[in-house]
């Protein structure tokens, strides 16, 4: 695909890790599915978007929450 701000389009990404790693992307989180050993986490975008702005991001991550 062209990387040009004129060529969106809406997307979903499953991700599947080890089960103590943790992903985040650059859409909504929509789900978790744990099995043995394996986590399967859903993200889900449904608002037009440059490929450019797709983030993706799994690892040994801590979350923070501020507030």
Do not use: H
């Amino acid at each position: 695909m062209q990387d040009t701000p004129s060529m969106k389009f809406t997307y979903d990404i499953e991700v599947e890790t080890q089960r103590k790693y943790v992903s985040f992307a650059s859409a909504n989180f929509t789900r978790e599915v744990f099995s043995s050993g394996t986590r399967k986490t859903f993200f889900s975008n449904k608002i037009p978007t440059a490929g450019y702005l797709i983030a993706l991001v799994s690892g040994n991550l801590v979350e923070e929450k501020v507030g």
